[in-house]
């Protein structure tokens, strides 16, 4: 038995250097990856990287203001959260957008199905029921039913 160690020891730290380099995404959002950004952005626009912002909805991702401070009021790096339209600069912007969104699973993600498993599905579904209570069938609302029909679309 005490022969299995050296072997064992090594994998972990390889495991915590992977989780070092790819960051805090790679230790607390699994299944986060860029298919998924890819569905999550598909089903909120069908990824209209051109949408600006309609009804306070902004960008591919379809980001609300509420969402952005709750994802914890991402910015473009060298941007101040306290500007005006710096939120909406950063929604608008497919690569700022992703880390809203990440910012919002981070905080969110979860089971929300109960399946079992924490996947791409759990976080449309934080996206589309807010992350407050994100376990409501989504097939409940019209909305809904459209962003389900549109992730069979996107998760060929
Ligand atoms: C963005 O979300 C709002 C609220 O759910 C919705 O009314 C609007 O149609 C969405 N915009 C796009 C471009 O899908
Ligand atoms: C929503 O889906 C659930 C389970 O998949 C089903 O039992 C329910 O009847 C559906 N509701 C509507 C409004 O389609």
């Known amino acids: 038995m005490l022969s299995k160690w050296p072997l064992v020891l090594p994998v972990c730290y390889l495991s ?5 380099i790819t960051g805090s995404t790679g230790i607390y959002i699994t299944n986060l990856n860029e298919a998924c950004y890819n569905c999550l952005c598909y089903v909120s626009t069908k990824c209209d990287l051109s949408h600006d912002c309609t ?7 379809n980001i609300s203001r509420v969402y952005w401070v709750d994802a914890g009021m ?6 101040d959260p306290e500007r005006n339209h710096a939120w909406k600069d950063c929604a608008r912007d497919y690569n700022c957008a992703k880390s809203i969104i990440e910012g919002y699973l981070i905080k969110f993600g979860r089971d929300c199905n109960g399946d079992g498993i924490t996947n791409c599905f759990d976080y449309m579904m934080v996206n589309g029921n807010g992350g407050y209570g994100c376990t409501g069938n989504l097939n409940r609302s019209a909305n ?9 679309e996107c998760r060929l």
């Open 144 to 152: 809904g039913r459209r962003w389900l029909q549109r992730y069979t």
């Open 74 to 79: 991402v910015v473009f790096p060298a941007d």
């Open 16 to 20: 915590a250097i992977i989780l070092w």
């Open 55 to 61: 009804g306070g909805y902004c960008g591919p991702f």
